[in-house]
């Protein structure tokens, strides 16, 4: 793997426009349970999907009750190696923008500036019919403690975390600031995703059709491996953090 890296190094040393997607694989790092693994929500819990949660006051309760869970696991959750080391590519003015497919706000958290959020944000809650939009621990800790499901406080409709949800359409701005980021890197890097969802998993080939360098760093084989010009399956913040000391030292 030390070649790899090196080289890994070389070509970010090169490169004026690098970008990073992010998936599950860089939060499970900082603690946060992967929602696809065989023991994540989605396998122990039913999907609510968008329309569930429009049309059936039993959906929306229980959409609040696994995304309260969900909450607790993240809150506490801090930023990690991986993630500080793409805060200090983009101080040192190498890094353009992050385009994540998380949901847990630590990219933020740890200092990066431009961020796409492409599936939106649990950090938050959003009216559906109106502006109301407030931090979500609140709501949360009320709903926990009155198992209510609440309503919005400026015009009663329904209250939904800013997450995108299974059959809800993906936040318009933020993928077209993504594809546009995607279209103008020279060098691409996948951090920690599957790449089976679409259409986010769709900007990497844009990135690669478009000249960039396209490197994966992901614990499992992806569909992408086979375009790749490079592919490491170890941890992320490890793999990251050697980058960055190859990349010092030359």
Not at 85 to 94: D, F, T
């Amino acid at each position: 793997m030390s070649n790899t890296v090196s080289q890994i190094a070389d070509w970010l040393c090169e490169a004026d426009q690098v970008v990073a997607f992010t998936g599950a694989g860089i939060s499970t790092e900082s603690g946060i349970p992967d929602f696809r693994s065989p023991n994540g929500v989605w396998a122990t819990n039913r999907q609510i999907d968008f329309q569930e949660f429009l049309s059936s006051a039993d959906g929306r309760y229980e959409y609040w009750r696994q995304k309260s869970l969900a909450h607790r696991a993240f809150h506490d959750a801090q930023p990690n190696i991986g993630h500080r080391v793409l805060v200090r590519w983009e101080q040192q003015g190498k890094l353009r923008g992050v385009i994540t497919q998380n949901i847990d706000g630590l990219h933020q958290l740890a200092g990066n500036s431009v961020v796409h959020e492409l599936h939106g944000t649990a950090r938050d809650i959003a009216c559906l019919s109106c502006s109301y939009r407030t931090p979500a621990d609140p709501l949360v800790e009320q709903f926990l403690k009155t198992d209510l499901v609440p309503d919005c406080p400026e015009c009663g409709r329904l209250l939904k975390h800013a997450t995108v949800s299974f059959g809800q359409s993906l936040p318009e701005e933020a993928f077209e600031a993504s594809v546009d980021l995607a279209r103008t890197s020279d060098l691409f890097f996948v951090l920690g995703s599957s790449l089976v969802v679409y259409p986010a998993a769709g900007i990497p080939q844009v990135a690669k059709q478009s000249g960039a360098r396209l490197v994966i760093i992901n614990r499992d084989e992806t569909p992408l491996d086979g375009i790749a010009d490079a592919v490491i399956r170890s941890s992320i913040g490890e793999t990251l953090a050697a980058i960055d000391r190859a990349m010092s030292a030359t």
